[in-house]
C-alpha cells in the first residue's frame, strides 16, 4: 500500500483575513494561490472541516463552503472515506494559474487606465532610467 | 455537521422571544424582547455591560420568569424543568476549590443523566485539563477550561456560554474557541454565547443578537453582513456609538 500524501494542517497565521469580506472567499482565494504557486503540491491530503475549523477557529460552515467552492473549481477532490486531497490533475491547475494571471494583468491595467496609460506605456515607463 | 441534519433542522428555533418584559422591583430591565436562534447555529449575544444580557440568560435558564411574553427553548416554554436541554456556563460561577479536576468531574458525571464519559476524555485532552489538579490552585484560563469541559461533556443539545472569556489567557482563549467549534461541527449543537469580547469570537458567530438598553437592536447574519462590507466589529459600533 501507498504512504498516506502528508495532511497539512493550517493555522490562521496561514492567511489574511479581511472582517468585512466574506471569509469563505477568502479562504478560497489563498488557499487557491498556495496551489497555484505549488505550496500546496498535487495529492497534499487536506485535513477534514472539523479540523480545519478548530484549528482555524472559524465557524464550521465557513470551512464547508470553502471546500464546495474549491471542489467546483476542480481544485480539490473528495474521496469518500479517504478524504479530501488537492487535485493531481495538472489542467486544472494550469487553468487557475492563467485565471489568475487574467486577474492580475486586469487589476494592472485599471492601475495603468487610473494614471492615464495603456499597459505597454505603463510597463515602458516604468523601465526608464531615472 | 452532516447534511442529514441541516435538512431536519431547517426552520427549528431553538430559542424564541417575543415580546419578552421584565421588571425587577418596578424598573424595566427588559422590554419587548423579540428574536429567534435557528437550531445548529453558533450565536453571539453582544451589547454593552448592562444592556441587559444577563437577566435575559436567567429566563432562558429558567432561573426567572418574565412578566410578560413569551420564552421559548425548542417550540416550548423555558423554565426549570427544561434544564436536562440545556447546558449553561454562567459568568464567574465557581466550582469546588479543595476538589481536583478528576473528583469534579467524577461529582457532575453523576449529577447529569446525560454525561458522555467519552466525550470527557477527549474534551479534557483537546482542552488541557488535568485530573490531578485541585480547583483552588487553577489560573482563571484553567478554571474557564474545566467549566467549558463540565458544560461539553452534556449531551444537551442548547450550549449557552455566558462572557466564557472574561479574564481568560490568550492560550485558553484558543482553546477554548477551537474546542466549541469542533463541537459544532460533530453535531447540531446550538451555541449561544453573551460576550463583549467581539475580536476574539467574531470569525466563529454565524448570527449576531445585539442587546441594548433591555431591548434587540439588530439581528444578523454574519457572512450577509460580510457581504455589504462590515464586520461584526463595525456593526456593533454602528448600533452601540
Given amino acids: ?130 | 455537521m452532516n447534511s442529514k441534519g441541516m435538512v431536519t433542522s431547517k426552520g427549528r428555533s431553538a430559542v424564541r422571544c417575543e415580546e419578552v418584559q421584565v421588571a425587577i422591583k418596578r424598573k424595566p430591565i427588559l422590554s419587548r424582547v423579540s428574536f429567534e436562534i435557528p437550531v445548529g447555529s453558533l450565536t453571539g449575544l453582544l451589547g454593552p455591560n448592562g444592556a441587559g444580557k444577563s437577566t435575559l440568560m436567567r429566563l432562558l435558564t429558567g432561573l426567572l420568569e418574565p412578566d410578560d411574553g413569551v420564552v421559548e427553548l425548542f417550540g416550548r416554554p423555558a423554565g426549570w424543568e427544561r434544564l436536562g436541554e440545556l447546558s449553561f456556563l454562567p459568568d464567574r460561577g465557581q466550582l469546588p476549590a479543595h476538589l481536583t479536576a478528576g473528583e469534579w468531574l467524577n461529582l457532575a458525571s453523576g449529577i447529569y443523566p446525560d454525561w458522555n464519559k467519552g466525550r470527557e476524555a477527549e474534551l479534557a485532552r483537546e482542552l488541557g485539563v488535568y485530573r490531578e489538579k485541585k480547583i483552588g490552585t487553577m489560573s482563571r484560563g484553567e478554571e474557564a477550561r474545566l467549566q467549558l469541559l463540565t458544560c461539553l461533556s452534556r449531551e444537551a443539545p442548547l450550549i449557552i456560554l455566558d462572557e466564557p472569556f472574561a479574564g481568560v489567557d490568550m492560550i485558553s482563549r484558543e482553546r477554548i474557541s477551537s474546542a466549541v467549534v469542533s463541537e459544532m461541527a460533530d453535531g447540531e449543537r446550538t451555541f449561544l454565547i453573551a460576550t463583549h469580547d467581539i475580536r476574539e469570537m467574531e470569525q466563529l458567530f454565524d448570527r449576531i443578537v445585539l442587546i441594548g438598553g433591555g431591548t434587540i437592536q439588530g439581528e444578523f447574519d454574519v457572512e450577509t453582513l460580510r457581504m455589504s462590507g462590515r464586520s461584526v466589529e463595525s456593526c456593533y459600533r454602528e448600533v452601540f456609538s
Fill in chain 1, 1 to 130: 500500500m501507498l504512504p498516506m500524501p502528508p495532511i497539512r494542517l493550517w493555522s490562521i497565521e496561514d492567511f489574511q483575513i479581511d472582517p468585512s469580506r466574506p471569509l469563505y472567499e477568502q479562504f478560497v482565494e489563498q488557499i487557491r494561490a498556495m496551489i497555484a504557486r505549488g505550496e500546496l503540491e498535487p495529492g497534499t491530503r487536506l485535513p477534514s472541516v472539523r479540523e480545519t475549523a478548530a484549528s482555524l477557529r472559524v465557524n464550521p460552515t465557513t470551512v464547508m463552503k470553502t471546500y464546495q467552492e474549491l471542489e467546483r473549481l476542480e481544485l480539490i477532490v473528495t474521496f469518500r472515506g479517504q478524504g479530501t486531497f488537492v487535485t493531481q490533475a495538472e489542467e486544472a491547475i494550469r487553468q487557475t494559474r492563467m485565471q489568475l494571471a487574467k486577474e492580475a494583468v486586469r487589476r494592472l491595467e485599471e492601475t495603468a487606465r487610473s494614471i492615464g496609460l495603456s499597459l505597454e506605456e505603463l510597463w515602458e515607463l516604468s523601465r526608464e532610467k531615472e
